[in-house]
């Protein structure tokens, strides 16, 4: 016996425990109550020679099958508090060992859930113990999905299953079975989880893995970025950030009180809300682990140990104390874990010189733990389980991370290595080929990938370099550029916010590795003459399989046009800043992969309409300048992920201002809010909306497209939208249909002496009925609706009141003194708005109360102004403040240029905070900028109804039906504040909505709009006039569209969208 003191500890553990649920007596039962398969031979073995209770001795003859099997029912017994079989095992050969709890229901099919025990040669002859956690088994197959504890009666079977691996005959023997409660089972399972994870590394004379550091920052390797680093001056302050953040963690030591927090955070956080609390439990893990990455990297970078040693030394501890069986890690998301994967990954690797043998064996059980457990939730769990699933941006984080994982452990463990890494490259080769469309857009906005790839750009980096394929060029990776810049608003520096999406460009490294993959392909492949991207027109939808097809779609342009596309991209958006602001995992992204590239104005190369067909998105422009139009139209397929409720909707920005807004981020199952049709510029039936689950979950459909120098016309179908819903198994279910829900849209360029504009057509029906049905119209806070006559106007307006901000080049300070006349818990709030260009650096302050902490509060960043509840940056809550009567004094400081505050006022801390900024909160001690007391830098103060920015205004002329009801209110949105919605409604049993949108500034006449027969409108500019109509044939399944225009009584132009002429479609 090699370890007899750790052996007889072991025994003695199953004799200290408390009373188990149930023993199974091995030594005195009838052996007959174990079945068994006909290859298996079991016979008892006493008490006295082997385990407390005896044991059960299994001789598999492998001549038929590779494996066998013993299993007996459960016995009698109270399994409500049960959690799991407690015994051992031990062997001197043989291969997997695993258990399984099976169901026989009532149709004779069985059901299978199973753990894996580990490999019986581990043994060596020695008692290895066990624990089988059922709230952890794996559901193998059945029609049974899951089960408790006090199910475990009548004909449900344990059974334990072992493969002899080599064909030889193989015995073993499994004893000291027991079952547990929690209590006592809960510190035994996570340490055998460890040692079990333990023993799946190889010791150190069997280890085959290439040398470390082998993740992208190998000696080769750094020899190689420095000689960029002085080739591009950008690189080298990229680098020196990394070196500064890395000094200034080795300074402050800052990772040890948030490392407290992400471990505290059970104890601190009150958030109750399932989504949000998961939210804050991922903002304090993330500012914890990654300065592993940064702190490994300035080591790599200058040798420095002292880099290398506060990496190590961070990276063993959090090895320690979080490991894969701490539920505290279930306080995020799935998904959380990505990060903390990803920085012991490369902590491990970098800093692999400067461990001990002990400290490498803890990061590496640690991590080999996360990546085998998101390896196999990937095949049950509805993020990766089928390809399908593989559209959500959380599959490709997750499996980036333990695709680097897995690299870094290769070779050094027993884990199907090479098998867990083609699944995780197989993963990452979905997401980007059914996640990304064949024309390049991302199923999900802009953000999402960047955000949710995560450390899936390192893996496919380092598979490149290793070798084993390509993904950049395999996929849709690659044709991504005109999405980016049909996602890009007209003045950068914002993405639109269609698709779950939000305004912010952060610079993720998903972006920076485009351009420096596409600046090096680009070395081969010059731009090509007159090489333009086609906008093909299309008359009826594309079937689900094409817009999900499996095979890359056609590059269409050089890889030098998509380089300086790719390069427009970033420097009208994600790198409009610079690497000097960046956090550790964004300016190391940068620094390894950004190579610049010069941008090259999408006008050469681009239509001014682009359609997705995949993704089923349209976008139009009349140009790529800061003042020029911007109409996005959606109703695509439902894919997992972020999905609204919001097929057929729109956006529309033009002459530098939004005049039709969507209203952002929504994933909060909140039914009146921003994820619902509430939220979106759609049609809604009786006050209900496109119905709701948690996402959309439903598809729509562009129907016809086409784009000419005279217009671009658009037409959706939103009928499965209102009708089906699908479950995690794109299983259908009906909800509420409707007979036709069909959009079309007609953005007339300019042209003739005539200005752009927009014709918005509904042609939607419930069924036979009268119904109410409600037109929407959302638009920025900063513009406020006039509907007393007709067109309706959307008109930019002033603040209601002053408004305290600063400038880039000067400071702000001011105080706030507040008379408390009851001693209580509260909080402070304002009433804010992220007034700059980028929302996402215009969104904090500083403030202290009396001479307490100064805090860092992070505003909303949506652009409107917002009652928002003071919060110190990393905590999970609110910021609350214990007062006694008398005077409080709040110190308000600039953090960020063009932050905004309107009020201040300190309230109960129970108080809720109203949705409408025109509104104050109940009995709070309000104060405004008259009476903020200003230090020795003063904040610049905006007077009440300056407006800034554009001056444009949208007029919309409702064109039929006649006599609806128009309201306007203030609409709450999930993320970015409240801003102005219109809803014009009728009770109608075929409403026939036929609106006509204007853009106008100083310059653009009004014109003159009147109906034209049932379903049709006149739009007359001086002498010219556009006739447009719409129709539907009988039994057609969609609509079509027409507009003759007449200059002086003369046809000048003409399009016939899906519509007959002279037998002939245009």
Same mark, same amino acid.
């Given at each position: 016996?090699?370890?007899?003191?750790?052996?007889?500890?072991?025994?003695?553990?199953?004799?200290?425990?408390?009373?188990?649920?149930?023993?199974?007596?091995?030594?005195?039962?009838?052996?007959?109550?174990?079945?068994?398969?006909?290859?298996?031979?079991?016979?008892?073995?006493?008490?006295?020679?082997?385990?407390?209770?005896?044991?059960?001795?299994?001789?598999?003859?492998?001549?038929?099958?590779?494996?066998?099997?013993?299993?007996?029912?459960?016995?009698?017994?109270?399994?409500?508090?049960?959690?799991?079989?407690?015994?051992?095992?031990?062997?001197?050969?043989?291969?997997?060992?695993? *258990?399984?709890?099976?169901?026989?229901?009532?149709?004779?099919?069985?059901?299978?859930?199973?753990?894996?025990?580990?490999?019986?040669?581990?043994?060596?002859?020695?008692?290895?113990?066990?624990?089988?956690?059922?709230?952890?088994?794996?559901?193998?197959?059945?029609?049974?999905?899951?089960?408790?504890?006090? &199910?475990?009666?009548?004909?449900?079977?344990?059974?334990?299953?072992?493969?002899?691996?080599?064909?030889?005959?193989?015995?073993?023997?499994?004893?000291?079975?027991?079952?547990?409660?929690?209590?006592?089972?809960?510190?035994?399972?996570?340490?055998?989880?460890?040692?079990?994870?333990?023993?799946?590394?190889?010791?150190?004379?069997?280890?085959?893995?290439?040398?470390?550091?082998?993740?992208?920052?190998?000696?080769?390797?750094?020899?190689?970025?420095?000689?960029?680093?002085?080739?591009?001056?950008?690189?080298?302050?990229? %680098?020196?950030?990394?070196?500064?953040?890395?000094?200034?963690?080795?300074?402050?030591?800052?990772?040890?009180?948030?490392?407290?927090?992400?471990?505290?955070?059970?104890?601190?956080?009150?958030?109750?809300?399932?989504?949000?609390?998961?939210?804050?439990?991922?903002?304090?893990?993330?500012?914890?682990?990654?300065?592993?990455?940064?702190?490994?990297?300035?080591?790599?970078?200058?040798?420095?140990?002292?880099?290398?040693?506060?990496?190590?030394?961070?990276?063993?501890?959090?090895?320690?104390?979080?490991?894969?069986?701490?539920?505290?890690?279930?306080?995020?998301?799935?998904?959380?874990?990505?990060?903390?994967?990803?920085?012991?990954?490369?902590?491990?690797?970098?800093?692999?010189?400067?461990?001990?043998?002990?400290?490498?064996?803890? @990061?590496?059980?640690?991590?080999?733990?996360?990546?085998?457990?998101?390896?196999?939730?990937?095949?049950?769990?509805?993020?990766?389980?089928?390809?399908?699933? %593989?559209?959500?941006?959380?599959?490709?984080?997750?499996?980036?991370?333990?695709?680097?994982?897995?690299?870094?452990?290769?070779?050094?463990?027993?884990?199907?290595?090479?098998?867990?890494?083609?699944?995780?490259?197989?993963?990452?080769?979905?997401?980007?080929?059914?996640?990304?469309?064949?024309?390049?857009?991302?199923?999900?906005?802009?953000?999402?990938?960047?955000?949710?790839? #995560?450390?899936?750009?390192?893996?496919?980096?380092?598979?490149?370099?290793?070798?084993?394929?390509?993904?950049?060029?395999?996929?849709?990776?690659?044709?991504?550029?005109?999405?980016?810049?049909?996602?890009?608003?007209?003045?950068?520096?914002?993405?639109?916010?269609?698709?779950?999406?939000?305004?912010?460009?952060?610079?993720?490294?998903?972006?920076?590795?485009?351009? #420096?993959?596409?600046?090096?392909?680009?070395?081969?492949?010059?731009?090509?003459?007159?090489?333009?991207?086609?906008?093909?027109?299309?008359?009826?939808?594309?079937?689900?399989?094409?817009?999900?097809?499996?095979?890359?779609? &056609?590059?269409?342009?050089?890889?030098?046009?998509?380089?300086?596309?790719?390069?427009?991209?970033?420097?009208?958006?994600?790198?409009?800043?610079?690497?000097?602001?960046?956090?550790?995992?964004?300016?190391?992204?940068?620094?390894?992969?950004?190579?610049?590239?010069?941008?090259?104005?999408?006008?050469?190369?681009?239509?001014?309409?682009?359609?997705?067909?995949?993704?089923?998105?349209?976008?139009? /422009?009349?140009?790529?300048?800061?003042?020029?139009?911007?109409?996005?139209?959606?109703?695509?397929?439902?894919?997992?992920?972020?999905? &609204?409720?919001?097929?057929?909707?729109?956006?529309?920005?033009?002459?530098?201002?939004?005049?039709?807004?969507?209203?952002?981020?929504?994933?909060?199952?909140?039914?009146?809010?921003?994820?619902?049709?509430?939220?979106?510029?759609?049609?809604?039936?009786?006050?209900?909306?496109?119905?709701?689950?948690?996402?959309?979950? *439903?598809?729509?459909?562009?129907?016809?497209?086409?784009?000419?120098?005279?217009?671009?016309?658009?037409?959706?179908?939103? +009928?499965?939208?209102?009708? @089906?819903?699908?479950?995690?198994?794109?299983?259908?279910?009906?909800?509420?249909?409707?007979?036709?829900?069909?959009?079309?849209?007609?953005?007339?360029?300019?042209?003739?002496?005539?200005?752009?504009?927009?014709?918005?057509?509904?042609?939607?029906?419930?069924?036979?009925?009268?119904?109410?049905?409600?037109?929407?119209?959302?638009?920025?806070?900063?513009?406020?609706?006039?509907?007393?006559?007709?067109?309706?106007?959307?008109?930019?307006?002033?603040?209601?009141?002053?408004?305290?901000?600063?400038?880039?080049?000067?400071?702000?300070?001011?105080?706030?003194?507040?008379?408390?006349?009851?001693?209580?818990?509260?909080?402070?709030?304002?009433?804010?708005?992220?007034?700059?260009?980028?929302?996402?650096?215009?969104?904090?302050?500083?403030?202290?109360?009396?001479?307490?902490?100064?805090?860092?509060?992070?505003?909303?960043?949506?652009?409107?102004?917002?009652? *928002? *509840?003071?919060?110190?940056?990393?905590?999970?809550?609110?910021?609350?403040?214990?007062?006694?009567?008398?005077?409080?004094?709040?110190?308000?400081?600039?953090?960020?240029?063009?932050?905004?505050?309107?009020?201040?006022?300190?309230?109960?801390?129970?108080?809720?905070?109203?949705?409408?900024?025109?509104?104050?909160?109940?009995?709070?001690?309000?104060?405004?900028?008259?009476?903020?007391?200003?230090?020795?830098?003063?904040?610049?103060?905006?007077?009440?109804?300056?407006?800034?920015?554009?001056?444009?205004?949208?007029?919309?002329?409702?064109? /039929?039906?006649?006599?609806?009801?128009?309201?306007?209110?203030?609409?709450?949105?999930? /993320?970015?504040?409240?801003?102005?919605?219109?809803?014009?409604?009728?009770?109608?049993?075929?409403? %026939?909505?036929?609106?006509?949108?204007?853009?106008?500034?100083?310059?653009?006449?009004?014109?003159?709009?009147?109906?034209?027969?049932?379903?049709?409108? +006149?739009?007359?500019?001086?002498?010219?006039?556009?006739?447009?109509?719409?129709?539907?044939?009988?039994?057609?399944?969609?609509?079509?569209?027409?507009?003759?225009?007449?200059?002086?009584?003369?046809?000048?132009?003409?399009?016939?969208?899906?519509?007959? %002429?002279?037998?002939?479609?245009?």
């Amino acid at each position: 016996m090699r370890h007899p003191f750790l052996c007889c500890a072991l025994l003695l553990s199953s004799l200290v425990l408390a009373e188990p649920v149930l023993r199974f007596a091995l030594d005195t039962e009838d052996i007959s109550v174990w079945g068994h398969k006909t290859n298996t031979v079991v016979v008892p073995v006493p008490a006295a020679d082997s385990l407390p209770g005896g044991a059960l001795k299994l001789t598999i003859d492998p001549v038929e099958f590779g494996y066998g099997w013993i299993n007996r029912a459960f016995p009698e017994a109270d399994y409500a508090k049960a959690a799991g079989v407690h015994g051992f095992y031990r062997a001197k050969e043989g291969a997997g060992l695993m *258990s399984h709890v099976v169901f026989f229901d009532a149709d004779g099919e069985p059901s299978y859930f199973r753990a894996d025990l580990g490999q019986l040669r581990d043994s060596q002859g020695e008692w290895v113990e066990f624990f089988v956690d059922f709230a952890t088994m794996n559901q193998e197959r059945g029609p049974r999905k899951a089960f408790t504890p006090a &199910q475990l009666t009548g004909n449900v079977r344990l059974q334990f299953l072992a493969e002899t691996g080599d064909r030889k005959i193989t015995s073993f023997e499994i004893g000291g079975l027991t079952i547990l409660d929690a209590e006592t089972a809960a510190p035994m399972g996570k340490r055998l989880a460890r040692e079990k994870l333990r023993r799946e590394l190889l010791p150190a004379d069997r280890i085959t893995g290439s040398a470390h550091p082998r993740l992208l920052l190998s000696d080769a390797e750094v020899v190689a970025l420095h000689a960029d680093t002085a080739k591009y001056p950008a690189l080298a302050v990229a %680098r020196d950030r990394i070196i500064q953040l890395a000094d200034a963690e080795i300074k402050n030591q800052s990772v040890d009180a948030r490392w407290a927090k992400v471990l505290n955070f059970r104890e601190e956080s009150e958030e109750k809300h399932p989504h949000t609390r998961r939210g804050n439990f991922e903002g304090c893990l993330y500012p914890a682990v990654t300065p592993l990455e940064t702190l490994g990297a300035a080591y790599r970078l200058t040798g420095d140990e002292k880099y290398g040693r506060r990496a190590a030394d961070l990276a063993v501890r959090m090895a320690k104390e979080l490991t894969v069986d701490n539920s505290l890690i279930n306080e995020g998301f799935y998904y959380t874990r990505t990060f903390y994967v990803r920085g012991l990954a490369f902590a491990y690797d970098w800093t692999h010189d400067l461990m001990t043998p002990d400290e490498r064996s803890e @990061v590496k059980t640690t991590l080999l733990g996360f990546a085998l457990d998101i390896h196999a939730k990937s095949q049950s769990h509805g993020w990766g389980r089928r390809p399908l699933s %593989r559209v959500w941006n959380w599959d490709p984080g997750l499996m980036g991370a333990a695709g680097i994982a897995m690299l870094a452990l290769e070779g050094e463990t027993r884990a199907p290595e090479k098998a867990i890494i083609f699944d995780c490259r197989r993963h990452l080769r979905d997401y980007l080929t059914l996640g990304i469309d064949e024309d390049g857009c991302g199923h999900e906005g802009p953000s999402y990938i960047g955000y949710g790839i #995560g450390g899936g750009v390192q893996f496919i980096e380092l598979l490149r370099r290793q070798g084993r394929g390509d993904l950049f060029v395999a996929s849709n990776y690659d044709l991504c550029p005109p999405w980016f810049v049909a996602e890009t608003l007209p003045g950068g520096g914002r993405w639109n916010n269609l698709s779950d999406c939000g305004h912010g460009q952060a610079p993720w490294p998903v972006y920076t590795y485009a351009c #420096g993959r596409l600046a090096e392909l680009a070395k081969a492949d010059p731009p090509r003459p007159g090489e333009r991207l086609p906008s093909p027109t299309a008359a009826r939808p594309l079937d689900m399989l094409a817009q999900f097809s499996e095979a890359p779609g &056609q590059r269409q342009l050089s890889y030098s046009t998509l380089a300086g596309l790719m390069g427009w991209v970033w420097t009208n958006g994600p790198g409009r800043g610079t690497p000097a602001g960046y956090d550790g995992p964004r300016c190391l992204g940068y620094l390894l992969f950004y190579r610049p590239f010069p941008a090259l104005d999408p006008a050469q190369a681009l239509p001014l309409a682009q359609h997705f067909r995949g993704r089923g998105m349209t976008v139009s /422009r009349t140009g790529f300048g800061p003042q020029d139009w911007h109409l996005a139209v959606e109703a695509g397929p439902h894919a997992a992920g972020h999905d &609204q409720c919001d097929k057929g909707t729109f956006t529309l920005r033009a002459y530098g201002a939004d005049l039709v807004i969507d209203s952002g981020y929504g994933n909060d199952s909140e039914v009146y809010k921003s994820g619902s049709s509430y939220a979106h510029n759609v049609v809604l039936i009786d006050d209900q909306g496109q119905p709701m689950r948690y996402h959309n979950q *439903s598809s729509g459909r562009i129907t016809g497209f086409h784009h000419s120098d005279l217009l671009d016309w658009v037409r959706t179908d939103a +009928r499965e939208a209102w009708g @089906v819903r699908y479950d995690h198994d794109w299983r259908p279910s009906r909800t509420t249909p409707v007979q036709r829900a069909e959009r079309t849209f007609l953005f007339v360029r300019g042209a003739a002496g005539v200005p752009p504009y927009l014709v918005v057509m509904d042609d939607i029906v419930k069924d036979e009925g009268e119904h109410d049905y409600t037109w929407q119209w959302h638009i920025p806070a900063r513009l406020a609706f006039e509907t007393d006559s007709v067109p309706w106007r959307a008109l930019p307006q002033g603040s209601s009141s002053d408004v305290l901000t600063t400038t880039p080049d000067a400071g702000g300070s001011a105080d706030f003194s507040f008379e408390v006349k009851e001693a209580g818990s509260y909080q402070l709030a304002g009433l804010t708005r992220a007034g700059g260009k980028e929302g996402g650096k215009s969104d904090s302050f500083f403030l202290a109360m009396d001479d307490g902490k100064k805090l860092t509060w992070d505003i909303p960043s949506g652009g409107n102004p917002t009652w *928002s *509840s003071v919060q110190d940056r990393g905590v999970p809550t609110k910021a609350t403040f214990q007062l006694e009567p008398g005077t409080h004094v709040v110190h308000l400081g600039k953090r960020e240029a063009e932050a905004e505050l309107a009020k201040l006022v300190l309230v109960l801390a129970e108080t809720e905070l109203p949705a409408s900024p025109i509104a104050d909160p109940a009995k709070g001690m309000v104060q405004t900028v008259a009476d903020a007391k200003m230090g020795a830098e003063p904040f610049r103060i905006i007077k009440a109804g300056a407006i800034s920015g554009s001056k444009a205004t949208l007029e919309v002329f409702p064109v /039929r039906p006649a006599g609806g009801k128009v309201t306007t209110a203030w609409f709450e949105t999930s /993320r970015e504040g409240s801003h102005p919605r219109l809803q014009y409604t009728v009770r109608a049993k075929e409403p %026939r909505f036929l609106m006509v949108l204007v853009p106008r500034q100083d310059g653009i006449p009004q014109p003159k709009v009147v109906p034209d027969g049932d379903w049709g409108a +006149r739009v007359v500019w001086g002498d010219t006039q556009d006739t447009i109509q719409f129709s539907r044939a009988p039994d057609a399944e969609f609509g079509s569209a027409t507009l003759v225009r007449k200059q002086q009584g003369k046809v000048i132009a003409q399009a016939w969208l899906d519509a007959p %002429r002279n037998g002939e479609n245009v």
